[in-house]
Every structure is written in structure tokens, then in C-alpha cells.
């Protein structure tokens, strides 16, 4: 079993920045994939950064240059640096930990509580 715990968000103005951290706890596979979502009312929960645990990573078109995300393997941390952040950003940001057991090879899928993150003026 997995926990995540988000943490970071909060109240900015358009243009500003905002560092999203997620740590996970528990049995965590080698193989894993891990990622930031988000999801505005009324919408679809999106992903909007990826990262594996080789540290590739991938971005939704609407955040390439703006948001960085990270990882420390040895801390099971995971980050999102938004910067330049627009009105349009605001949404629930959850992180996501997918990974597999080499042994059985079942797969399993583990969400955190979720932050919210609001850009207003």
C-alpha cells in the first residue's frame, strides 16, 4: 500500500508562482511512473506532467515552459514548479504514483487527497 500527501497550493495572483509537493510513503516498486493531475469543476481530471523514475519526463501542451516537475527518488518526493501561472490553471492538482510488482506483475494505481490551487487576482 501507498499514501500520498500533497501540499503547496494556495491562493496567487495571475503571474505568479506556486510550488505543488507530493510525498509518498509506504511499498513503492523500482518501476514506476508518477505524475501531477488536475481537475477544474465541471472538467475532466487532465494530466499536466509525467515523470518516470528514471526522470523523463512529459507536459500538457498548455503548461511546456511554464511548469517544471521534479523528482527525489531517495525522499519519494515528487514536485511541480508552475510558474507564470494563469486563471485558467485553477483546478484541484492531484498527485499519481502508477507502478507495477515485478513479481506478480499487478499493477496499481494511487492518488493523493488533492490541493487546491487558485490564480485570481
Known amino acids: 500500500q501507498v499514501q500520498l500527501v500533497e501540499s503547496g497550493g494556495g491562493l496567487v495572483q495571475p503571474g505568479g508562482s506556486l510550488r505543488l509537493s507530493c510525498e509518498a510513503s509506504g511499498n513503492i516498486y523500482s518501476i514506476n511512473f508518477m505524475g501531477w493531475y488536475r481537475q477544474a469543476p465541471g472538467n475532466q481530471r487532465d494530466l499536466v506532467a509525467g515523470?518516470?523514475?528514471?526522470?523523463?519526463?512529459n507536459y500538457h501542451d498548455s503548461v511546456k515552459g511554464r511548469f517544471t516537475i521534479s523528482r527525489d527518488n531517495a525522499k519519494h518526493m515528487m514536485y511541480l514548479q508552475m510558474d507564470n501561472l494563469k486563471s485558467e490553471d485553477t483546478a484541484i492538482y492531484f498527485c499519481?504514483?502508477?507502478?507495477?510488482?515485478?513479481?506478480?506483475?499487478?499493477?496499481?494505481?494511487?492518488w493523493g487527497p488533492g490541493t487546491q490551487v487558485t490564480v485570481s487576482s
Open positions: 515523470i518516470t523514475a528514471s526522470g523523463r519526463t
Open positions: 499519481n504514483l502508477k507502478t507495477i510488482d515485478v513479481n506478480t506483475y499487478r499493477d496499481y494505481d494511487y
